[in-house]
């Protein structure tokens, strides 16, 4: 600071023939002192500190540079404010006092602790960090600083697996309870909110019992601390710190010192004494003592930190504020007239002036600049450095990137230099209580633990998550369903009785052999058209019975394939009026051996009534009642195609709906009726006295189409998917298959092995 006000007090463009003076006090880090302090700069008539010709005529203090630390700045602002008198600190960071109701009179060259704290959680996130131990320094600076972090990096979504906070004062047993927290956690990165003071007190008591490596975080109080270097189980750690500056003449004007003014200054006395190891005045009495410095030793020579100025830090933020100050004045004292600037010095200010001139301060100097927003911030900038060790094996403080408040989000961070993480890794090193979930997995929380611990539990049938760390699994959409891996939709597949399947192969196959038989019989029949045997059986019958057999075969084959609106009509009706035609032959056949037997008694002339004419009569007349029944239902509400999303969860059946279940159930009750109608009348006429009954033959066929579909019901209400139509399919083929083997089987075995039998006496059996 000294420097800097010799600086301004030298420059022409700068309260050009006005300088300031000053006073420094050393609080020593304690509040009761600074506030000592505090009391004897506002009491507005200290004696004159310098007594010049052109002095001004009083030692009020119209400024301030300092406190260094939150809580003393705090103690002062309160009582400085009071009497409007402007305080800038250099070092001061806790974002408490960034509120201008309670503390108005406070600037800072230092940013607030809000940005280090969000810098350092985003920091946290940008490794991708979520799992870590915090520990903080018990004060002002500590607590508000990781109140401020935890609050962002709650938002990051960051758990905190142990807070620990102490104050370098503590007792030695809870020092050694923090330490003991960090040997213990299972969270490898640390972020340390704590003054450089109180850290050191840290590191001695770790250093006793080394804890295992951990990646330590670090704030600007303590990570550029050159003697917090020598803890080598530290090597690795990274943080947020002031940007490095060069004050240009600074070097020249530390290391310009003769022992004449080092012996004039207590402070540069004590200094002088410890750096070199001996005293400058003669010691007196019996105790021995340090050597007397002889005039040979050379500060230019030494090595430590007071003659290292290329990294200096806090350093420029004093410089900053000494030269706010400097402008606040010369805003208030000075004018530009022509070009040249002209100031009055015996104009009268008071503190409330140069208050608000600090409010307007905009400037920039050695390339840095200079400005305070409505709390009195600085625009807030921070370098990121890395704990690295070199080929000597010394740790030093390396600035490996930048943290830009200003910038948008997502560039607000820039690594340009590799970093060495804890032990020498180059690798970043990872720090999660649960490791992340893959897509197909959903996150669920562990019972009493942060939210960054959680299981992975695998998302069921038909949801997904797609992406990693998702909460939740999102169903598909009804027509998708999962894959395997649960992390995408698919189209669920579609399913049918296909002509491609081993199963449809196998029922075509029999439909085809089932009308190609039909086809034969008729053949052999046409043939042998004027035999007894065919001519007995009602051969005209034969033939529509064979041909209506042909049609059910036949039809089987419409319900194969993928369902469409006309198929789905098709195939319902198809079957019913095919059907209705077959049992309406079989039962014309029935009535004519009936009839034909009552014929052969005396006084009975029935057949003159049921003649040809009234065979195909009755057949059309019972097959034109399926008709209208069909048509009915058709023009009602007709069978159309849809897709059963409900049968099954992972797959789509195409079926046929039935449109009206009346009509359906009318269909086949229509069939039942005439079945069970045969039925009967071939029972009646089974035993009647004939060598070739063929009622005991339709008796046999009808038990099997009746057995058949009363089986078909409940296994066609029980079958899923494309079983239902495979089990349709195999009613109307082993119901025609009953009634093509037991009607005409016999028959045809007869006229093509057995000729012999095929004669009109052994049909009237006359043998």
């Not at 006005?18 to 006073?23: D, S």
């Not at 006090?25 to 010049?52: I, R």
């Not at 508000?144 to 962002?152: D, E, K, P, Q």
């Not at 789905?568 to 077959?582: P, S």
């Amino acid at each position: 600071m000294i420097f800097a006000i010799e600086e301004i007090n030298n420059r022409t463009d700068l309260l050009p023939s006005i300088k300031l003076g000053y006073q420094i006090y050393d609080s020593c880090a304690s509040v009761p002192v600074a506030v000592h302090v505090a009391f004897q700069l506002t009491n507005g008539h200290d004696l004159m500190f310098y007594k010049g010709v052109n002095c001004s005529p009083s030692g009020v203090v119209m400024a301030t540079v300092g406190e260094s630390g939150s809580t003393p700045s705090i103690s002062m602002s309160q009582i400085l404010a009071s009497f409007n008198i402007p305080q800038v600190s250099h070092y001061a960071t806790c974002a408490c006092l960034s509120d201008k109701h309670l503390y108005p009179n406070f600037f800072r060259t230092i940013p607030s602790d809000q940005f280090q704290a969000d810098a350092l959680a985003k920091l946290v996130k940008y490794f991708g960090w979520t799992w870590i131990g915090a520990v903080n320094s018990d004060s002002d600076y500590g607590n508000s600083g990781m109140a401020s972090f935890l609050n962002v990096a709650l938002r990051e979504g960051i758990c905190v697996e142990y807070l620990e906070s102490f104050f370098r004062t503590d007792p030695s047993r809870k020092i050694q309870r923090v330490a003991n927290a960090i040997r213990r956690s299972t969270a490898m990165v640390i972020v340390a909110f704590i003054a450089s003071g109180d850290m050191r007190v840290l590191l001695e008591e770790l250093a006793q019992d080394p804890p295992p490596s951990r990646q330590w975080i670090g704030s600007e109080s303590w990570v550029t601390d050159t003697f917090m270097v020598k803890y080598s189980f530290c090597a690795g750690a990274i943080g947020v710190a002031i940007p490095q500056s060069v004050i240009p003449g600074l070097s020249d004007f530390l290391l310009d010192l003769s022992p004449s003014e080092v012996a004039a200054s207590p402070l540069l006395s004590e200094f002088w004494e410890d750096a070199f190891n001996c005293s400058l005045r003669k010691s007196t009495g019996s105790v021995r003592s340090k050597k007397l410095c002889d005039g040979t030793q050379d500060i230019k020579r030494l090595e430590n930190p007071y003659t290292e100025t290329s990294q200096l830090r806090v350093t420029n933020m004093v410089y900053k504020a000494a030269y706010a100050i400097a402008h606040a004045f010369h805003n208030a004292l000075c004018q530009e007239k022509n070009v040249t600037t002209k100031c009055d010095k015996l104009l009268k200010l008071n503190a409330k002036q140069i208050y608000s001139e600090l409010k307007k301060v905009n400037f920039s100097q050695n390339g840095y600049h200079v400005s305070f927003d409505a709390n009195g911030e600085p625009v807030a900038a921070y370098e990121v450095v890395n704990w690295q060790v070199t080929e000597s094996g010394s740790t030093e403080v390396v600035t490996v990137g930048y943290y830009d408040a200003t910038l948008p989000m997502g560039q607000q961070f820039h690594i340009n230099r590799k970093i060495t993480w804890m032990q020498g890794r180059s690798q970043v090193p990872v720090s999660v209580c649960s490791e992340s979930c893959p897509p197909g997995t959903r996150k669920v929380l562990q019972k009493g633990k942060p939210i960054c611990c959680y299981n992975c539990i695998p998302c069921p049938d038909g949801e997904i998550s797609n992406i990693t760390d998702s909460p939740d699994c999102y169903p598909c959409p009804r027509e998708f369903w999962s894959n395997a891996k649960k992390d995408a939709c698919l189209p669920k597949p579609v399913e049918f009785l296909s002509f491609k399947e081993i199963l449809s192969i196998i029922l075509a196959a029999f439909s085809v052999s089932g009308a190609s038989l039909a086809i034969i019989t008729a053949v052999v029949f046409f043939r042998h058209r004027t035999t007894p045997i065919v001519r007995a059986n009602n051969s005209e019958l034969s033939f529509l019975l064979l041909f209506s057999l042909t049609l059910c075969f036949l039809c089987s084959l419409t319900f194969i394939g993928a369902p469409s609106e006309w198929s789905c009509m098709l195939r319902h009706t198809a079957f019913g009026i095919t059907f209705v035609l077959c049992i309406s032959c079989v039962l014309g056949k029935t009535i004519v051996v009936l009839m034909a037997f009552k014929a052969t008694l005396p006084g009975h002339n029935v057949m003159k009534w049921f003649g040809p004419p009234q065979q195909r009569l009755t057949v059309v007349s019972f097959t034109f009642i399926q008709v209208i029944i069909c048509t009915v239902w058709l023009v009602v509400s007709p069978p159309f195609p849809v897709k059963n999303l409900s049968t099954y969860k992972e797959k789509i059946l195409l079926e046929c709906a039935l449109g009206s279940a009346v009509g359906f159930w009318a269909v086949l009750g229509y069939i039942g009726l005439l079945a069970v109608f045969c039925f009967v009348l071939a029972v009646l006429a089974r035993k009647l006295p004939d060598n070739f009954n063929e009622a005991k033959l339709i008796t046999f066929s009808m038990l099997i189409f009746c057995s058949v579909w009363i089986t078909f019901i409940p296994a066609y209400v029980s079958s899923p998917g494309k079983f239902t139509v495979a089990v349709e399919i195999f009613a109307i083929l082993a119901s025609s298959f009953g009634l093509i083997l037991c009607i005409f089987a016999p028959k045809c075995f007869i006229i093509l092995f057995q000729p012999e039998k095929n004669t009109k006496k052994h049909v009237m059996n006359k043998n």
